[in-house]
């Protein structure tokens, strides 16, 4: 069965810095989304993307975040400066459109963001 | 506003009894409805979807949902649960390519 992968797994970062979590989505779906979800808490919208540009992004996704599709199969979600409240778990989803027009979303594994 | 509420934050049952988990939303349209499960360190699967039609829908691994539309509700179900049920359920709502919006989500502890 077609997956979402995403990489890495757990990468831990000292604030400050930069870290780049990427996801292959499914081959053949047009619309990809990161989430996050902090620990023990809800999992929260993020951003998403369609045709090369955002479609929608919360109030979560500040100037610190950005996406990209740097070809045909990558999705990259960038914190450019984190701090320790961006420690979380983020996924990667991604969905194909259905006959009637509804969205299902494939999640990854989720890549685990641990701040110090 | 648009929002799902799961009034349960923790479950527990004893294996083979039945299991009901709550879900309330608020959404302005038609919604599209989604129950996920998350097993401890791993992603969301999606357990089930309604978009239309009959409102009791199946799901994988025996589960099943309601939509009840004058209730605003979308709760899960599942006759005889098993050790391996053990997880977080999360509760999703979203309409067309819009994002979906989740609960707080339940947790599941099974009782051998």
């Known amino acids: 069965e077609p997956e979402v992968t995403q990489t890495p797994s757990h990468q831990v970062t000292q604030m400050g810095q930069e870290v780049i979590l990427r996801c292959v989505p499914i081959?053949?779906?047009?619309?990809f989304y990161w989430y996050r979800q902090i620990l023990g808490q809800k999992v929260e919208f993020l951003v998403s993307?369609?045709?090369?540009?955002?479609?929608?992004k919360s109030e979560i996704f500040d100037d610190q975040f950005s996406v990209e599709r740097p070809d045909g199969s990558n999705f990259t979600l960038k914190i450019r400066s984190t701090k320790l409240e961006d420690s979380a778990m983020y996924f990667c989803a991604s969905s194909e459109p259905t006959s009637s027009g509804a969205n299902v979303l494939t999640f990854g594994a989720g890549s685990r963001l641990t701040v110090l | 506003a648009q929002s799902v509420t799961q009034p349960d934050i923790h479950i527990t049952v004893s294996e083979g009894a039945s299991l009901e988990l709550r879900c309330n939303y608020s959404y302005g349209a038609t919604p599209y409805l989604f129950w996920y499960v998350q097993s401890p360190g791993q992603g969301l699967q999606l357990l089930l979807k309604y978009f239309s039609g009959d409102t009791l829908v199946q799901g994988i691994k025996g589960f099943e949902a309601e939509f009840k539309r004058s209730q605003s509700s979308f709760n899960l179900r599942k006759p005889s649960v098993h050790w391996s049920d053990a997880a977080e359920y999360f509760c999703?709502?979203?309409?067309?390519?819009?994002?979906?919006?989740f609960g707080a989500g339940t947790r599941l502890a099974v009782h051998p």
């Open positions: 999703a709502v979203g309409g067309g390519y819009n994002k979906l919006i």
């Open positions: 993307f369609y045709n090369n540009e955002i479609s929608e």
């Open positions: 081959s053949n779906h047009l619309y």
